[in-house]
């Protein structure tokens, strides 16, 4: 996927990522004593150290959230491009009961992915391919719902991302995505410090609401909603750096770490927030 730090740059930030197969499992199976029988709920759930297969803004709650605001239901086939471990479609398929396919940059997190997804059962409903999402062959009109949460702030290209959600939508297809929002310039040196510092730790680029809805607009989406998340981001940031602090519950890479209070503290200042998205495919819009 097109990014604003090299591929192979952005592919290594994530395979050295607190949030791994090996990391959640450990957790898992010192909270359980045992990994037989275990559920999604149970690599997606844990209240103490954080470390689940839900790599985004407000866990659980997040997903079935923007689900519910994109009607995703049993019939659903939903894309979520930048897919990580799959912990999100993994919740969406045993929640709702519908079939998500991921796409993810780094081959790593894919396999991992996919493991967790057989071990909990869910390989029929859940599958996961690794490679550039701008790039690999997806059917036209085939999906119900492409799928990002926190994912897209890493694409250079985001006319050609929203190009080519429409492209893969069916009639009256939607799009749904979380992403971190700009709401104002940075109005000291501090600040501008502070963003661009947090753009290289995140190894992305936030862009403003207004931006997001453009981009939508000019791929032939309307009906947008947009909802403001940033008390989730906020206490996401101050649990996750609490976490972070504490070597006795889990070590983070000290970048990891760095992220957390500067979100917070440029959250806290007006000049980010963190908004929720879904936007209808426009009738008549495409070819």
């Known amino acids: 996927m097109s990014t604003h730090v090299p591929s192979a740059e952005l592919v290594a930030i994530y395979d050295q990522h607190p949030l791994r ?5 450990a957790r898992v199976l ?4 045992t990994l037989d029988g275990i559920t999604e709920l149970d690599l997606a759930h844990d209240s103490l150290t954080e470390i689940t297969d839900q790599n985004h803004i407000g866990g659980v709650a997040t997903v079935v959230q923007l689900a519910a605001r994109a009607g995703v239901g049993p019939d659903s086939r939903v894309l979520d491009i930048g897919a990580g471990l799959s912990g999100a ?5 045993a929640l709702f009961g519908c079939r998500v396919h991921g796409v993810e940059l780094s ?3 894919c396999a991992d992915g996919n493991r967790l997804t057989q071990r ?6 859940v599958t996961c391919s690794s490679g550039d999402a701008l790039l690999v062959d997806l059917p036209s009109r085939s999906v119900d719902v492409v799928w990002g949460q926190g994912a897209w702030m890493h694409i250079a290209d985001l006319p050609a991302l929203f190009r080519r959600a429409a492209a893969v939508l069916v009639d009256g297809g939607r799009v749904a995505f979380e992403e971190g929002c700009l709401m104002r310039a940075p109005r000291t040196e501090d600040e501008a410090r502070a963003l661009t510092e947090l753009e290289r730790l995140w190894a992305g680029r936030f ?12 791929a032939g989406f ?3 909603t947009s909802d403001d998340l940033t008390a989730e981001l906020m206490a996401d940031c101050e649990r996750l750096f ?6 006795a519950v889990t070590d983070y890479p000290a970048d990891e770490a760095n992220a957390f209070p500067l979100a917070l503290d440029l959250a806290r200042a007006g000049l980010l927030q963190y908004r929720r998205f879904v936007a209808t495919i426009r009738s008549g819009s495409r070819p």
Request: net charge positive.
């Open 30 to 33: 010192r909270q359980r004593g």
């Open 222 to 224: 309307d009906s947008c």
């Open 89 to 93: 479609g993994r919740v969406l398929a």
């Open 21 to 25: 197969e090996e990391t959640i499992l």
């Open 107 to 109: 081959p790593h997190r």
């Open 242 to 247: 609490a976490i972070a602090r504490s070597h």
């Open 207 to 218: 862009q403003t609401e207004s931006k997001w809805r453009e981009l939508l607009a000019n």
């Open 120 to 125: 909990v059962g869910l390989d029929a409903r």
